[in-house]
């Protein structure tokens, strides 16, 4: 085992030094916060401040989604927060979200405006709006609901467990690298089994459940994440592969992981995103030459 076995807990904690790792400069124990900086704001009626992390493109994935059925009152406005800059600190983004992490969203569309935050409950008041995706039927509704708080439960366990330790601390401590692998291919197995009985995780349709579990777990699957897919065996999961390419092949949720990306191919990252035109004009790969 590496790491500091012989570390013995203080009575008190206190924050007398950064803790190392990736996200060491943004890391601290206070909310609130420390800039003041006013948030754009665009001609659509929902303004959406995110990074295209699997939280961010959760709602990213709604909204193409949306405007792929026709919901004109879906249009919106994709501004980037960079978390590494610490963006999410700045005083207009602690009004939309006190809890400064992405995404947030604000609706202008009526009198006076609405901010929603934490990714579950923004695709909950999107469902809702617009009528969409959340299944009306009670049993079905509740299964729907069920998965999409068990994603908000168990993602922890997979990014700020697992991931950490196995891609982001500063040292292997295997200790934490094997109790947090263990629970993610115990949360595989429960997908799978899942996967096994239904073609998405509320049943017959394609739901918020799946927009929410997609971008974590679908990516695992797909080996987007923590270069961990061959650690974890994730071919082994037969029924989540297939609905991780399923939900990959629609053409919403291709769209919907370009927003707010800044990271891969150029030509998957559309940084911001102001109209439906912006996925043939403003990727990345046309832009980089003019910066």
């Known amino acids: 085992m590496t790491g500091s076995p012989d570390y013995t807990p203080p009575k008190v904690w206190t924050w007398t030094k950064a803790n190392g790792g990736a996200f060491a400069n943004i890391n601290r124990p206070i909310a609130g916060p420390t800039h003041d900086k006013e948030l754009p704001v665009g001609r659509h009626p929902l303004q959406l401040y995110s990074l295209g992390t699997p939280n961010g493109v959760k709602v990213t994935i709604m909204l193409e989604e949306l405007l792929a059925l026709g919901h004109k009152g879906a249009e919106y406005d994709a501004w980037l927060i960079d978390i590494g800059k610490g963006d999410q600190f700045g005083s207009g983004f602690v009004d939309v979200n006190p809890n400064s992490k992405i995404p947030a969203l604000l609706d202008r569309s009526g009198p006076e405006p609405i901010r929603v935050f934490e990714s579950a409950s923004i695709l909950v008041y999107l469902a809702e709006k617009f009528g969409e995706f959340l299944p009306r039927d009670v049993a079905t509704r509740a299964e729907c609901l069920s998965w999409l708080f068990w994603q908000m439960g168990s993602a922890p366990y997979l990014g700020g467990g697992f991931g950490h330790f196995y891609a982001y601390a500063p040292s292997k401590i295997e200790y934490a690298i094997d109790r947090f692998a263990m629970e993610v291919k115990r949360q595989l197995d429960v997908l799978d089994r899942r996967l096994a009985e239904v073609e998405y995780l509320a049943g017959a349709d394609f739901t918020i459940a799946d927009m929410a579990v997609w971008?974590?777990?679908?990516?695992?699957?797909?080996?987007?994440?923590?270069?961990?897919?061959?650690?974890l065996s994730v071919q082994d999961y037969k029924n989540v592969q297939r609905w991780a390419e399923t939900i990959f092949q629609r053409p919403a949720v291709k769209r919907g992981r370009m927003v707010n990306r800044t990271s891969g191919e150029p030509s998957g990252q559309l940084r911001e995103r102001h109209d439906a035109s912006d996925f043939e004009l403003r990727t990345q790969d046309k832009l980089a030459p003019a910066d």
């Not at 971008?215 to 650690?231: D, H, M, N, R, V």
């Open 215 to 231: 971008p974590w777990y679908g990516g695992l699957a797909k080996g987007w994440s923590y270069g961990a897919g061959e650690f």
